[in-house]
């Protein structure tokens, strides 16, 4: 099956500094990535939707400045937490599809604590 | 907009078989996925129906009701490490994002 590297696996930072979370389709070609994250014992919110080469779709209520996706190539996404506060202590989780399924491939998420 | 409907948590016993539902209100429907996420994990991809009727692949089969916006998810022989969140996911009106349910809790005892 499709694999999907996310790194760093968990991370602790001070408030204030911005911290890089890269994803990864490691065997197929992902047109479409997606970042989510969570809270403890809650579901999967989507925060946005990148495309190679375009800029990524945000949801409603996702500030675009502080949550920054780049979607360089068709293998690698990454999302920048700016500026981190306690409050974006979460589960940040990415998932990848390709040209031709329907199936999303997650990758295991990473473990976002700020201080 | 979108939304889906699945109980918060189920508990069954070991051996038994569970039945986990999901209704959904969608704008448009590109078909009905299931995941599993263990705790401290990411979710893993089950199942998923385009069409109705059921699904099968090994202990987990799903089922899809287009016309009730109804389907679900169905554990055979529970095993204890079946014990999970299992969330429903539709894909939204474009067919370009996938939008969870909330997520059913499942224990399994011995």
């Known amino acids: 099956g499709a694999v999907v590297s996310q790194h760093p696996s968990r991370v602790i930072c001070k408030s204030g500094t911005s911290v890089k979370i890269e994803c990864r389709s490691l065997d197929f070609q992902a047109t479409t990535m997606f970042w989510y994250r969570q809270f403890p014992k809650q579901s999967l919110m989507l925060m946005a939707t990148s495309n190679e080469g375009s800029k990524a779709t945000y949801e409603q209520g996702v500030e675009k400045d502080k949550f920054l996706i780049n979607h360089a190539s068709l293998t690698l996404s990454t999302l920048t937490v700016t500026s981190a506060h306690p409050e974006d202590s979460s589960f940040y989780i990415c998932s990848a599809r390709g040209v031709s399924t329907d199936t999303q491939y997650f990758g295991p998420g990473t473990r976002l604590t700020v201080l | 907009g979108q939304s889906l409907e699945q109980p918060s948590e189920v508990t069954a016993v070991e051996g038994a078989i569970v039945q986990i539902n999901c209704t959904y209100q969608t704008s448009g429907f590109y078909g009905l996925s299931w995941y599993q996420q263990h705790d401290g994990g990411a979710p893993t991809f089950l199942s998923y129906n385009g069409l109705d009727g059921l699904e099968e692949t090994g202990r987990f089969s799903s089922f899809l009701s287009r016309s009730d916006s109804y389907g679900y998810l169905l554990l055979q022989e529970l095993q204890m490490k079946d014990s999970a969140s299992y969330f429903c996911?539709?894909?939204?009106?474009?067919?370009?994002?996938?939008?969870f349910g909330a997520g059913t809790r499942l224990f399994v005892k011995a």
């Open positions: 996911a539709v894909r939204d009106t474009g067919g370009f994002k996938t939008i």
